[in-house]
Nanobody
Framework: QVQLVESGGGSVQSGGSLRLSCAAT????????MGWFRQAPGKEREGVAA???????SYATSAKDRFTVSLDNSKNTLYLQISSLKLEDTAMYYC????????????????????WGQGTQITVSS
C-alpha cells in the first residue's frame, strides 16, 4: 500500500522559506515520477513542480527561481524547498506520485498522478 505523508508546512512571513517533505512508504521515490501541487481556497489544484526518473525537474512559472524539488534516496523522501515566500503561495501543498509502471515525464497535470498525500498547509502573512 502506497502512502505519501507530507510535513513541513506552517505559518511564515512573506520573504521567508520553508522546506516541505514527503515521506513515501510502499513506493520508491527514486526512479519514479513525482510532483508537488498546491490548492488555494476557491482555486483549482496547480502543479508547481515535477521530477522524473532521471532527476530532471520542471516548474510552474509561479514557482521558477523560488521552488526547488529534490529527493533523498536514503530516506525515500521527496522535498520542496520554497524561498522568498509570497502571500499568493498560501495554499495546501500536496505531493503526488505516478504509477511505477508508467510515467508522463515532468507532467504537472493532476490527472496523471495516482497516489496523493493528505497535504500540508502553508500560510504566508505580510
Amino acid at each position: 500500500q502506497v502512502q505519501l505523508v507530507e510535513s513541513g508546512g506552517g505559518s511564515v512571513q512573506s520573504g521567508g522559506s520553508l522546506r516541505l517533505s514527503c515521506a513515501a512508504t510502499g513506493y520508491t521515490v527514486s526512479g519514479n515520477c513525482m510532483g508537488w501541487f498546491r490548492q488555494a481556497p476557491g482555486k483549482e489544484r496547480e502543479g508547481v513542480a515535477a521530477i522524473d526518473r532521471r532527476g530532471s525537474t520542471s516548474y510552474a512559472t509561479s514557482a521558477k527561481d523560488r521552488f526547488t524539488v529534490s529527493l533523498d534516496n536514503s530516506k525515500n523522501t521527496l522535498y520542496l524547498q520554497i524561498s522568498s515566500l509570497k502571500l499568493e503561495d498560501t495554499a495546501m501543498y500536496y505531493c503526488a506520485a505516478q504509477r511505477a509502471d508508467r510515467c508522463v515525464s515532468l507532467s504537472r497535470l493532476a490527472s496523471v498522478y495516482h497516489y496523493w498525500g493528505q497535504g500540508t498547509q502553508i500560510t504566508v502573512s505580510s
